[in-house]
């Protein structure tokens, strides 16, 4: 569960989020839609420990994420493996030298025995339809193939929360299809799911509850409790 | 300036590259240090960017043109310690895949160009700008800094080349790597870098500089804080010093086992091939072969022979299947 | 004249062999016993006194080269005219300065160890090439930094080569591209690569980056690794006995 407190985030002084009140509950299928520059990918990097509120608290499952306990590597390890976070740019997110490696990469990371990195890795790869690419380097594939294998790099953690930015941005007509289908059958997995889109058909169709952001960055619908 | 092998005794390539074993040390703890966050990608991208800079030609007025390495560039926006990593990177990456410059004279490659350039060039940059930024003091503390440290490193290059003759002969006197004494070495690096190529570097780094102070100035203030230490001050002037005189310490060492050597091998080299019609050894006659029969020589030949003509062969069937296909279009 | 030919060339070669070898198996031998190889070689005949040793080392890189498709043959051969020739006409004064026979050595030298290394390049991805620095303890991270440059060469390179390529189009007329904005460019392309930079280790710290980088395709020690650390042995026998 992911509660956010009077959330202010300033941005060299420029004010990117105001007073955002809000608790996302696991299971549930969130989408954040608003115009550009509302604060939508603000609010992902506060989420992610990757900025840290100008004032407000974020707490996650009860513990309160702040600038000095992310320095604390471990702890900064224990968050990172809770969120799976798909970048918008996708170009940005890869950087492994080919396509098997970038679904390894994290689980290296998480000290998994050998056999179950093996395992799924393979699991992953076949899910997202990326056998004939494995060898590939991740920057010379296509915008839908990038965002298939950082689906599945970030997947393959098995992280409860997942937060998508954009996920259909830049993709082609099928390409659409395909990442809509999958991100739907996600949605049984019992995951909190985030995602942020411009993408009207995609939010009606996978939307438990729709949280809109105005251009005075504020969350205004629904309402806060 | 990147010296391809051979030009340069592996013996000096050694020599160069113990020398910077030091230097790579002591910029993986400043690194570690200065910029904790974000120090691998940023690492990556810097020298993917010195790679790009060495590959850029600026063209000079007069219709030539002449190509900067940008280490300078990269020492007063990254601060020195990055660029001698990240130029040492591009090095390695050049030698390794893309046939750039030798893999045992990398070590020489890497003192020439991230370690004298960068350090030289920035020191200067620092003593004229000071602190300034985004001014023409700046400016000029960049293009003057830019201009010492690339023909400090040329001289260096020069003085590697200059000093080959004097410690590496075979016994006929021939010069066994580069061939050309200090006299004619130091004048040929030297002309071409205090012109074409110093004004190049000069260009490169003082539009750079000003475009991407103009563009982005709120990267100014964290890129210019790393300071020349004092500690590196003393090592980079005594490593300057001292190498060339270890060189020609291990040179002399070098030198003397070569001419027992060359005494030991004299004796037993005796120019039969001559008379055999098979003329490795009139074309190279310094060689011995002592220890090696005849017959391995022929086979040698017949091999290289062999594998041209397929060599050849496969080429002109490329060519000529490329230009049907081209032709069918 | 476009200056970014050089640029081109280099990200096209880099994205042409990520094609080329998606489907290809990857080395039977370690790559580290490989590029360990061609390093010893350059090395022994840098110190060899013998021609007969340099030349041997040549027939059997010529002959492998034979062996390989035209397109590689044609890749090394351009990789090496340039070094040869320059090295060739570099020497050719010494033969009157007195060293009749240095412009030979040093050539045929030259020309050993860039078809070495260009043989070594076509029968090796870049990736298993950098991936062979990862048999020392420790060098993890360095590896990453390799990789990471190479790939942010391919990404800046087709950058700079799309910003370059934006002048060209907007430039009504005679190209001048000697006015092209070098420092737009390079300067566009250095802020650029901060941003990736920046981005590339948040990635990092989202999939909890801790140090690790391993190749999941891990190479496990087999017969034809014993059996090509015979090369070395022939090799320092070779030149044991030439000298």
């Known amino acids: 569960m992911i509660q956010l407190e009077h959330i202010d985030y300033d941005y060299q002084e420029i004010p990117a989020l105001r007073d955002i009140t809000y608790t996302f509950e696991m299971g549930k299928c969130y989408c954040l839609e608003g115009p550009n520059g509302c604060g939508k990918s603000t609010l992902f990097r506060i989420l992610n420990g990757l900025a840290f509120p100008t004032a407000g608290r974020y707490l996650l499952g009860g513990e309160a994420i702040t600038e000095k306990r992310l320095r604390d590597d471990a702890f900064a390890k224990a968050f990172h493996a809770k969120i799976g976070y798909v970048f918008q740019n996708s170009e940005v997110q890869l950087f492994c030298k080919n396509v098997e490696d970038e679904i390894a990469f994290g689980l290296f990371q998480l000290g998994l025995p050998e056999d179950a990195i093996r395992e799924r890795v393979e699991k992953y790869i076949n899910l997202l339809n990326l056998a004939p690419l494995r060898k590939r380097t991740p920057y010379n594939l296509s915008g839908g193939e990038k965002k298939r294998v950082a689906l599945g790099a970030v997947l393959a953690m098995d992280p409860p929360i997942l937060m998508l930015d954009e996920p259909l941005s830049g993709l082609d007509e099928d390409g659409q299809q395909w990442i809509a289908d999958f991100i739907a059958s996600l949605k049984s997995t019992g995951k909190l799911i985030i995602i942020s889109t411009h993408n009207r058909e995609l939010a009606e169709r996978l939307a438990d509850v729709h949280v809109r952001m105005d251009k005075a960055h504020r969350i205004i619908c629904p309402q806060n409790p | ?329 | ?243």
């Open chain 2, 1 to 329: 300036m990147h010296i391809p092998d051979n030009y340069l005794s592996p013996q000096t390539c050694g020599v160069m590259a113990a020398a910077m074993v030091p230097v790579w040390a002591v910029s993986i703890n400043k690194i570690k240090k200065d910029m904790p966050k974000a120090k691998i990608p940023m690492m990556g991208v810097a020298a993917a960017f010195s790679f790009l800079a060495m590959m850029f030609n600026v063209p000079i007025p007069g219709g030539t043109t002449g190509h900067a390495v940008g280490g300078t560039l990269i020492a007063i926006l990254l601060g020195p310690y990055a660029a001698c990593l990240s130029v040492s990177v591009a090095l390695l990456l050049q030698a390794l895949i893309f046939g750039d410059g030798g893999i045992l004279a990398f070590g020489a490659n890497c003192f020439n160009m991230a370690f004298v350039l960068p350090f030289v060039g920035y020191a200067v940059y620092k003593l004229i700008a000071g602190g300034h930024q985004k001014d023409t003091r700046e400016y000029v503390g960049a293009g003057i800094g830019s201009y010492l440290g690339i023909n400090a490193a040329a001289l260096c290059a020069a003085i590697e080349f200059g000093i080959q003759p004097m410690l590496f002969r075979d016994a006929a006197g021939n010069a066994l790597y580069c061939p050309y004494g200090l006299n004619v070495s130091i004048p040929a690096m030297m002309i071409g870098h205090l012109t074409i190529f110093g004004l190049a570097e000069v260009i490169f780094t003082v539009a750079v500089l000003a475009f991407v102070r103009n563009a982005a100035p709120e990267l100014s203030v964290r890129t210019a804080q790393a300071q020349t230490s004092n500690p590196l001050k003393i090592l980079l002037g005594i490593l300057i010093v001292a190498t060339p005189l270890g060189l020609l310490a291990a040179g002399t060492a070098w030198g003397e086992w070569g001419a027992d050597e060359i005494a030991a091998t004299g004796a037993g080299y005796t120019p039969k091939g001559m008379t055999h019609g098979f003329d490795y050894s009139a074309l190279l006659p310094d060689y011995s072969f002592s220890g090696l029969p005849e017959w391995f020589g022929y086979i040698l030949s017949a091999a290289i022979g062999a594998a041209l003509l397929i060599i050849i062969f496969k080429l002109i069937g490329y060519a000529a299947g490329n230009r049907s296909k081209t032709s069918q279009a």
């Open chain 3, 1 to 243: 004249m476009r200056l970014n030919l050089k640029i081109m060339e280099v990200t096209g070669r880099l994205l042409k062999s990520d094609r080329e070898n998606a489907g290809r198996k990857s080395s039977p031998v370690a790559p580290a016993l490989r590029v360990g190889a061609a390093v010893l070689c350059i090395l022994l005949c840098a110190l060899s006194r013998n021609a007969v040793f340099v030349i041997a080392v040549i027939a059997v890189e010529l002959f492998r080269l034979a062996l390989m498709p035209p397109a590689s043959i044609l890749r090394v051969m351009k990789a090496l005219i340039l070094p040869v020739m320059f090295t060739a006409l570099i020497m050719l004064p010494a033969v009157f300065l007195g060293h009749p026979r240095t412009m030979l050595t040093v050539t045929m030298k030259v020309l050993e160890s860039v078809l070495v290394l260009a043989v070594m390049n076509e029968s090796l991805d870049w990736r298993e090439v950098t991936a062979a620095f990862s048999v020392a303890k420790g060098m993890a991270v360095f590896v990453l930094i390799l990789d990471m440059t190479m790939r942010f060469l391919m990404i800046l390179g087709d950058y700079s080569d799309k910003l370059l390529e934006a002048v060209m189009l907007r430039s009504v007329g005679k190209t001048n591209w000697k006015n092209a904005k070098v420092d737009g460019i390079l300067g566009t392309t250095f802020l650029k690569s901060r941003q990736m930079a920046e981005a590339t280790s948040e990635a990092m710290a989202c999939r909890c980056f801790d140090g690790q980088y391993r190749s999941y395709h891990s190479h496990r020690f087999t017969w034809r690794d014993a059996l090509f650390l015979g090369v070395y042995a022939t090799m320092i026998a070779l030149f044991v006995m030439t000298k």
